[in-house]
C-alpha cells in the first residue's frame, strides 16, 4: 500500500520532472529574454512607485538622510535653532532622487538590454533576486556615470544646491565650528541607485513566487518553469 508521505514524494518527483521537462524546452535566449523582461517590469513598477512627489521622501526604507560629513552641521544649527535649515535640504535631497529616477528608467532599460546569455539558467536557479543582483555587479559602475549629470540636475532643479549653500553660509558664521562638506551629487546617486535596486529585487522575487505578478506570457513561460 502507498503511504501519504509516499503519495507526497512522488508528487513532488512529478513535480520537479515537470519543471525540470518545462526548462528543458525553453532555449537559452528565451530564458534571457524573461529574465531581462522581468527586469524591464520591474524597474518600470519601481520607478513609477519612487518617481512620484515623496516617493524616496515618505518611505522609510528609502528615505535618504543628511550625508554623515554633515552632522556637525546639523548639530550646530539645531544647537542655536535653526534646524529648518537643515530640514529643508534633506527634503530637497529626496526631491532630487524623485526628479531623477524616472529620468533614469531608459538608462536602466538600455543596461539591461546588454546583459549576455552566459549563466542565464543559473541567474534563473538562483536566489529570488539573482538577476537583480547579477544586474547591480555588472552594471553599478556604468550606471553611475550615466546618471551622474542627470542626479547633478535634478539637484538643482529641486533647488537641493541653493539649500545646501543657505545651510553651509549660516553655518561657517558660527564660531569654532569644524569644517564640513557633502558632496551631494554623489550621495545622491549611490541612495537613489541602491533604492531602485532594492525595489527591483523585490520585484523579481514577486515575479518568481507568484504567478499573479507574471504579467506577460513569456513571464509566465520563463517562470512557470522553475
Sequence with gaps: MTTPSEEDASGSGNTSATSAIQQSSLTDREIGSGLREALRIGTERVV???GRTDGFNLDPEMHIPLPKTLASVQSALKTLGMSALVDDLELRLNRAAEIATPKAKELFWQAIEQMTLSDVR???NGPDDAATEYFRGKMSH???EAMHPVVDESLGEAGAVQAYDRMMGRYK???FVPD???DLTTY???KGIDGIFYYIGKEEAAIRRD???RSTELLRRVFGAV
Aim: cysteine-free; overall charge neutral; aromatic content about 0%.
Design 142 to 144: 556604468p550606471l553611475a
Design 122 to 124: 543559473t541567474i534563473l
Design 48 to 50: 513609477d512607485s519612487l
Design 211 to 213: 504567478p499573479v505578478k
Design 188 to 190: 545622491v546617486l549611490e
Design 173 to 175: 558664521t558660527i564660531p
Design 180 to 182: 564640513a562638506k557633502a
